[in-house]
């Protein structure tokens, strides 16, 4: 259906006049044929366009308003109209997409957008489903999806005002990747909000892990950490320590080994540290890993680090992931610098062992995705000012080793242009602030530097990808749906008396 | 109330006669100590016997003990573990249990929604609820565990017991990381002592709302390593709460570790030696490890016999050695760590490359070689086209 006649313009800023009552929308997508293939556009502008004057137009409406409420123009469909502002996203020729780089002739009819369009929009060899093709606020039964192996190891960034879908859109893509034998998600999740869905999806009893310090449901882990597993270098970019503070772990983990936190503790014999230091250390420790320890030198563990348990959590964790499972640890109830903790013991494991990985073993391993929910906690300006932590190890050189990161956020003007740089894939949902759009638009893999009021207008649930995987910067919807839990086939208790 | 836990007694598992022996004497040993104790009931948390059919000898030896125990008026309350479970419930277990000799107390019904409401068993004397579940080999029994009935049995009031023979996630020692685990969440919460087997350790832990986890560890070391670190059998005694570890030491046991590395298989011969001559080895059980990779002469060049001759001499019971980890540079093969036979093949030719030279390129004149050389004979090829056409092929990357 002809939807406007392209009248003028420039690359990238095509005029389009509108056709009477073919309402144009922000972010619709159009097609103009040309001779040789088709060029796919999209509105990122829409103002008025006249025939009349401003005075006669001024003059019109108010003879409307104060003398005749029923005075109509003459020919009005061709003297007042809208004109609409359009870039070119892509030039499709045989079902390549490619990009633009010519532009359509004069007075090209523009028309609206159909599946058969976007046929070009194959299923790539490691999909991971985003949503589906949006044309303005319409939703066509175009599923995209892209190739998750490379997209989430080279880091994704989601970023969005709150409730405009950000959860319900890392629900699917957990979902998603639940059985995908690609990808292994790592779910730090401080609001304890995503197995609760992802509970009922038919592989979550052999796909899902999930850890909690609260009543764990059946099958689900208590989450213990034992102290042995802690080292030194897992407080980066946790605990502020001093450089005298920081040597003293230090000494304590080469003298102590595995017991280091256990001699810091119990006080146990330490040269060269001013008591002072040894003091503060020790404190630190005990309120950060909520331990005691009494007169006669026992330790006591109120919190999630044990003394007993959880030897191999950490161990596990990353088993599971390499065996392409999706872990979910909830940190609901703890304190932000405890779940930077967990996260970077875990990272830690992570990233050393895929370090030591040749070429071709990596081919074989799934690329394994930390899901950080409030991103700037850990990527933030202020954070990484103080040191690097792991994290933003992971945002640089995560990628030679199959590690990414989902960085969720509302904020990403807070993270540092050159981890955002880092992050290739960029999941836009709606924001209202100006400069968190300048910061997304700046560092986008695609040219969006027209889409700052197409970003403004994006309604819960539509959003805006743009990545060096996608053909160009794809408007989607993310789709909201209702699972239900699968009932299993009987099963036998073969051994049982029964 | 005062109660025995035993786990994990592999009656009839060495091979090696006089381990086995000693496996006997630990079992045996441990009922005594019971009786001793005069305890309430015997819990054994699985793996009474190795296997589900066991050799008469270990029959025997199980029926003896076990009637020894009835006629002092003690109950036995047993599971079946991964070792002595069967599917179809066909094994001696189900005999000693119908000869009144012990009480399966995995039981209970199915119910209309498939799942699993267990039943408790509960002793006359002391009124303490005693239910479990079963292992399996593999953790399979964690998906019966996915289909219990937990309501009824955590609303229960009194004194409850839980058996169980699985390895918990929580709870797994570091060095049996890559042991299937299951999550403590699955198993009912609020008994007062969860009975644990299958997980060759000692421990005793509370996670959140399930008190009183203990594995008491196996009532005789299971293989070398098990030896080297436990050293003996133990089992428990729980009276009025109090958790106590009763060790069973039938045999003392000496463990003799050497290190290897860079040294001569007559220097690692005398280590081994002098440590057998500094240690009192009289009635032990000695397990000699030896580890690393010698500078000169294989690990074959070590006389063990004369060194298991002169533990004998010193009246030793057992000897037994380790060497897996003990290798030498001659022995050393080449490791090859590619996934598909062309980059295996790739990278032994790069390795061997250099021993003789025919071209500029012999890693890929070799590589040709052996694509021509795998050639097969074309469907209606005569057999000598099939060979003029090899040579030429031959000939012509031989002369290039």
């Known amino acids: 259906m002809t939807k406007g006649l392209i009248i003028g313009g420039e690359f990238g800023n095509i005029l389009v006049r509108q056709k009477n009552e073919q309402a144009l929308e922000l972010g619709e997508l159009m097609i103009a044929d040309t001779s040789n293939g088709q060029m796919l556009l999209q509105v990122f502008d829409l103002l008025y366009g006249s025939q009349l004057t401003q005075q006669h137009l001024e003059l019109i409406s108010g003879l409307k308003l104060e003398e005749d409420e029923k005075l109509e123009l003459m020919d009005a469909k061709l003297r007042t109209y809208v004109l609409a502002r359009l870039k070119n996203l892509a030039f499709v020729s045989k079902q390549v997409a490619r990009s633009a780089k010519t532009l359509p002739t004069f007075f090209t009819k523009v028309r609206e957008i159909e599946a058969k369009d976007v046929s070009f929009l194959t299923t790539p060899l490691n999909p991971l489903f985003l949503g589906k093709l949006r044309s303005g606020s319409k939703v066509l039964e175009v599923p995209v999806s892209i190739d998750g192996r490379l997209a989430l190891s080279h880091h994704v960034l989601i970023a969005g005002t709150t409730g405009r879908g950000k959860s319900v859109l890392m629900t699917n893509l957990l979902w998603d990747a639940v059985d995908k034998d690609f990808a292994a998600m790592l779910v730090l999740d401080p609001h304890d909000e995503y197995f609760e869905k992802l509970q009922k999806h038919p592989a979550a009893r052999e796909q899902i892990v999930y850890y909690t310090p609260k009543s764990p449901p059946p099958g689900a882990r208590t989450l213990k950490i034992n102290i042995n597993q802690l080292t030194p270098r897992h407080f980066d970019g946790v605990v502020d320590w001093s450089d005298a503070q920081k040597q003293a772990l230090h000494a304590y983990h080469q003298k102590y080994k595995d017991s280091w936190i256990e001699a810091v503790l119990r006080e146990q014999e330490i040269r060269d540290f001013h008591e002072g230091t040894l003091a503060v250390i020790k404190r630190t420790l005990m309120l950060l890993l909520r331990l005691d320890v009494d007169d006669e030198k026992n330790i006591s563990c109120s919190g999630i680090f044990d003394i007993g348990a959880g030897q191999t959590t950490i161990p596990d964790i990353v088993n599971a992931l390499e065996q392409c499972k999706t872990v979910i640890i909830d940190t609901s109830s703890f304190h932000g610098n405890v779940e930077i903790l967990i996260g970077s013991m875990i990272a830690n494991m992570v990233l050393e062992r895929h370090k030591t990985y040749s070429l071709q073993e990596m081919k074989t391993k799934p690329v394994i995705s930390i899901v950080l929910e409030e991103a700037p906690r850990v990527l933030g300006k202020d954070v990484l000012e103080r040191g690097p932590n792991v994290f933003s190890t992971i945002a640089r050189e995560g990628r030679k080793f199959n590690v990414g990161l989902i960085a969720i956020t509302q904020l990403p003007s807070l993270i540092p242009r050159e981890v955002l740089a880092n992050i290739n894939t960029k999941i836009i949902l709606g924001i209202e602030l100006k400069p968190e759009r300048q910061a997304i638009i700046e560092s986008a893999a695609q040219d969006l530097s027209s889409d700052e009021r197409m970003i403004a207008s994006l309604d819960k649930g539509e959003a805006i990808v743009t990545s060096n995987f996608l053909s160009f910067a794809m408007p989607i919807k993310i789709l909201h749906e209702e699972h239900k839990v699968v009932v299993k086939a009987r099963q036998s208790f073969g051994g049982l008396k029964l | ?400």
């Open chain 2, 1 to 400: 109330m005062k109660f025995a836990h035993l786990s994990d007694c592999h009656i009839g598992g060495w091979r090696e006669p006089k381990l086995r022996d000693a496996n006997t004497k630990s079992f045996i040993l441990a009922i005594d100590t019971c009786l001793k104790e005069k305890v309430d009931f015997i819990l054994i948390s699985g793996d009474l016997f190795n296997t589900a059919v066991p050799g008469i000898e270990s029959l025997r030896m199980a029926v003896e003990q076990l009637k020894k125990v009835k006629d002092s008026g003690i109950p036995v309350y047993y599971i079946a573990g991964s070792h002595d479970f069967s599917p179809s419930g066909k094994t001696m277990l189900d005999v000693l249990e119908h000869a009144g000799l012990a009480v399966n107390v995995a039981r209970g019904e199915e119910t209309f929604d498939n799942k699993i409401k267990l039943h408790f068993t509960v002793d006359k004397k002391t009124g303490a609820k005693i239910t479990g579940m079963i292992g399996k080999k593999g953790g399979l029994e964690t998906n019966y565990y996915y289909q219990l009935a937990k309501e009824h049995l955590e609303k229960e009031p009194g004194f409850k017991i839980f058996l169980f023979h699985s390895a918990l996630a929580e709870l797994k020692p570091k060095d049996l990381e890559e042991m299937d685990a299951m999550a403590v969440s699955l198993m009912p919460a609020g008994f007062d002592y969860y009975a644990g087997g299958h997980v060759h350790v000692v421990d005793r832990q509370n996670i959140g709302a399930y008190k009183n986890i203990v594995y008491p560890g196996p009532i005789f070391p299971n293989n070398f390593s098990e030896v080297e670190k436990l050293k003996h059998g133990s089992f428990v005694i729980v009276e009025d709460g109090n958790i106590q570890h009763v060790a069973l030491p039938v045999h003392p046991t000496v463990c003799i570790s050497v290190d290897g590395d860079g040294k001569t298989a007559t220097e690692v011969e005398a280590l081994v030696k002098q440590q057998l001559l500094k240690n009192n080895l009289d009635n032990a059980i000695v397990a000699i490890r030896v580890s690393g990779c010698l500078k000169q002469g294989r690990p074959a060049d070590v006389r063990w016999n004369d060194l298991f001759h002169d533990a004998y001499a010193k009246k030793a019971y057992f000897v037994m050695k380790n060497t897996n980890a003990f290798t030498s540079k001659e022995l050393q093969v080449i490791m090859v760590k590619e996934a598909n036979v062309e980059e295996v093949e790739e990278s032994l030719l790069k390795q061997h490359a250099g021993q003789f030279k025919l071209s500029p390129n012999d890693v890929e004149l070799a590589k040709k070689l052996m694509h021509s050389l795998s050639a097969e004979k074309a469907e209606g090829e005569r057999v000598a086209d099939f060979d003029s056409r090899l040579h030429s092929e031959l000939d012509k990357l031989l002369e290039g």
